[in-house]
Nanobody, 119 residues
Framework: QVQLVESVGGLVQPGGSLRLSCVAS????????MGWYRQAPGKERELVAQ???????NYTDSVKGRFTISGDNAKNTVYLQMNSLKPEDTAVYYC?????????????WGQGTQVTVSS
């Protein structure tokens, strides 16, 4: 099992910045990727950014150039630096870990943290 604990989000003005963190614990040696998803009211959960164990990153188009995902292996932590925030970034953000065992991918989720971008 993998446990994920996210930092608290918050209320940010448009154009502002916020950094989320997610600490992984438990059976982390088999984690092959970690990332952040978000879900806005009435919408499906979507991938925001992901980083693999080989430090390869990918982002959804709407956040490219504004968000940066990074990892600190020593701290078992992944970060999401969010800059130039827009109201449409408002959502519950979920940390995700993909653990591979016996050829199967298992998804683990954090509890979710609210990010609200509003003036």
């Amino acid at each position: 099992q993998v446990q994920l604990v996210e930092s608290v989000g918050g209320l940010v003005q448009p154009g502002g910045s916020l950094r989320l963190s997610c600490v992984a614990s438990g059976s982390i040696s088999s984690i092959r990727a970690m990332g952040w998803y978000r879900q806005a009211p009435g919408k499906e959960r979507e991938l925001v950014a992901q980083i693999t164990s080989g430090a390869v990153t990918n982002y959804t188009d709407s956040v490219k150039g504004r968000f940066t995902i990074s990892g600190d292996n020593a701290k078992n932590t992944v970060y999401l630096q969010m800059n130039s925030l827009k109201p449409e970034d408002t959502a519950v953000y979920y940390c995700n870990a993909k653990r591979v065992r016996f050829g199967r991918v298992n998804d683990y989720w954090g509890q979710g943290t609210q990010v609200t971008v509003s003036s």
